[in-house]
């Protein structure tokens, strides 16, 4: 059974970063669409970034994190990191991984609805 695991969440202050893993078990994240997502109190879920399964080098990030966080996996496929640099408070939430149902056929997408299987969640907050 597939399961996502998320880590490395925490507090920091403003213009801090962390980084983010998404570790897969009972599957691979070879050739599917993987993203990021986050939800803050009272809002709804957004879309962050996400990697491309065909094109590990093809991504597509929301206007609010372009140039400031960087998705990635490791050499093996197993793992998901989202690097997040020059942290705001705006960007508290609670971030969770998901990855697509079927194999990728190009570009990635930030619609929650293309994505079958969640990790539980990781918290951070960004606060001085």
């Known amino acids: 059974q597939l399961q996502l695991v998320e880590s490395g969440g925490g507090t920091v202050q403003p213009g801090g970063s962390l980084r983010l893993s998404c570790a897969v078990s009972?599957?691979?994240?070879?050739?599917?669409?993987v993203a990021w997502f986050r939800q803050a109190p009272g809002k709804v879920l957004e879309g962050v970034s996400c990697?491309?399964?065909?094109?590990?080098?093809?991504?597509n990030s929301a206007d609010s994190v372009k140039g400031r966080f960087t998705i990635s996996t490791d050499n093996a496929e197993n793992t998901v990191y989202l690097q997040m640099n020059s942290l705001k408070p705006e960007d508290t939430a609670v971030y969770y991984c998901?990855?697509?149902?079927?194999?990728?056929?190009?570009?990635?997408?930030?619609?929650?609805?293309?994505?079958?299987?969640w990790g539980q969640g990781t918290q951070v907050t960004v606060s001085s």
């Open positions: 990697i491309s399964g065909a094109e590990r080098d093809v991504t």
């Open positions: 998901a990855r697509a149902w079927r194999p990728s056929l190009g570009l990635c997408t930030l619609d929650k609805g293309k994505y079958a299987f």
């Open positions: 009972g599957s691979t994240m070879a050739t599917y669409n």
